[in-house]
């Protein structure tokens, strides 16, 4: 079985908020508006969605210790600054950022407890955790840690659980976002 993982980056550093088309006659317009949100860290991305392929798990390792192997993978936070100038006051400045949150949200399993898995596949679900072994429940953000000035990496590690019911061989994937809080 393989397991192909999409990262979406959801990570609160923009939002779009407007897009608007028009055209006429074969010519067109193309307008697209945003807004920067602050942050404290820069995100170091090779593109913006982000795929992790997981090795295939054997259906007797899942069946023996009901998850697979351990599969690690890092968010990698660049330029990070402790220091937010305020933008209503030149010269003034707003209360340093001092901690982050990650939180992962997609499509659910076991009850809210996993992420789903969508394929061929069944009886696995998808469990994330940190590097201090908190799961991460779809949409509830992970304790928060702190931040700190520079660069950092965050470590989670994927694995597949047996989510009780018949386990079927197959290709599966799943579309995870993550969304990075500062505060």
């Not at 074969?26 to 170091?44: F, K, N, P, W, Y």
């Not at 982000?50 to 090795?55: G, K, S, V």
């Not at 660049?78 to 707003?94: E, I, K």
Request: glycine share 12%; hydrophobic share 40%; with cysteine.
């Amino acid at each position: 079985m393989k397991t192909f993982i999409s990262l979406a980056v959801a990570c609160s550093l923009m939002s779009f908020t407007s897009l608007g088309v028009a055209s006429s006659q074969g010519e067109g317009i193309v307008t697209l508006g945003g807004q920067v949100m602050d942050s404290a860290c820069g995100l170091e991305l090779t593109s913006r969605d982000q795929t992790i392929e997981m090795p295939p798990e054997p259906v007797g390792r899942l069946l023996r210790n009901t998850q697979g192997e351990p599969h690690p993978f890092e968010l990698r936070l660049v330029n990070c600054s402790l220091s937010r100038p305020d933008p209503f006051r030149p010269g003034g400045s707003l209360p340093d950022w001092e901690h982050l949150r990650v939180m992962f949200d997609g499509a659910s399993d076991m009850d809210g407890r996993a992420f789903a898995l969508f394929g061929e596949s069944q009886g696995v679900a998808l469990n994330i955790t940190d590097a201090d072994g908190h799961g991460s429940v779809p949409g509830e953000p992970l304790p928060r840690k702190p931040l700190a000035e520079g660069d950092m990496t965050l470590h989670f590690t994927l694995r597949l659980v047996g989510n009780g019911r018949p386990i079927v061989v197959g290709p599966h994937r799943a579309a995870v976002r993550f969304k990075l809080e500062y505060f």
